[in-house]
């Protein structure tokens, strides 16, 4: 078996770059292994003639399908839960009205539940400098709900997590921080490596397609 886990790798996609029309695509990938539960793999898309990039982060679990729908409600003891969020996924908080979708052009993240709410917080702190007084109000509330659980989580808000492509994880801190000495697995095989990039590049020709 290969190792593959925190090493860059590079992979040539065979594909012609869709804004160029002239280059080669090519991914640099990196898959980690997370104990007992699986691999993730941060991917780049580039183009060795033009400037395209396309980026993504995607949990490729060993553990069997992951679920469309994730939830976590805002105790304690899930702030420091992980998220992978892969591109086309998308993040709602139902007590607050706010959903958060992660698109194509700014590609995936790995991120925590308290980073979910902080990152909020600064979404909804800069549409208050253009806002009405009346808008101002509803904002300010949104933001006072935030700071309340991100001071004191008291379980008041839910971050549920939905990806229709099963790329996404939520994923407990117990688990995610666990240390095995030399975990060694090959996570996933070079073809599966070019299926995932060759998908990417259609769903970036697609999502562009649509809004020109």
């Not at 594909?15 to 539960?37: D, E």
């Not at 998308?90 to 902080?118: M, N």
């Not at 309340?148 to 008291?154: A, I, V, Y």
Request: with cysteine; charged share 30%.
């Amino acid at each position: 078996m290969n190792d593959m886990s925190n090493k860059l790798n590079k992979v040539n996609l065979d594909l012609q770059c869709p804004v160029c029309n002239q280059g080669n695509l090519y991914m640099i990938y990196k898959v980690t292994k997370i104990p007992y539960f699986g691999g993730i793999i941060t991917m780049t898309i580039k183009c060795n003639n033009c400037s395209l990039r396309v980026t993504d982060i995607m949990a490729i679990s060993e553990k069997g399908e992951l679920p469309v729908k994730q939830k976590r409600i805002t105790f304690r003891q899930n702030m420091s839960d992980l998220v992978i969020l892969s591109a086309g996924s998308k993040i709602e908080v139902p007590e607050i009205g706010i959903e958060v979708y992660i698109s194509r052009e700014s590609g995936g993240d790995i991120t925590t539940i308290e980073g979910i709410l902080r990152d909020i917080r600064d979404k909804v702190t800069s549409l208050m400098q253009n806002s009405s007084n009346e808008d101002k109000m509803i904002l300010e509330d949104i933001l006072r709900k935030i700071d309340n659980e991100l001071n004191t989580p008291s379980g008041k808000l839910s971050i549920i997590l939905i990806d229709e492509n099963q790329k996404s994880a939520i994923i407990s801190n117990e688990l995610w921080t666990k240390r095995v000495e030399e975990e060694r697995s090959k996570m996933i095989s070079p073809d599966e490596i070019k299926r995932l990039g060759e998908e990417i590049i259609e769903h970036y020709k697609d999502s562009n397609f649509n809004q020109s």
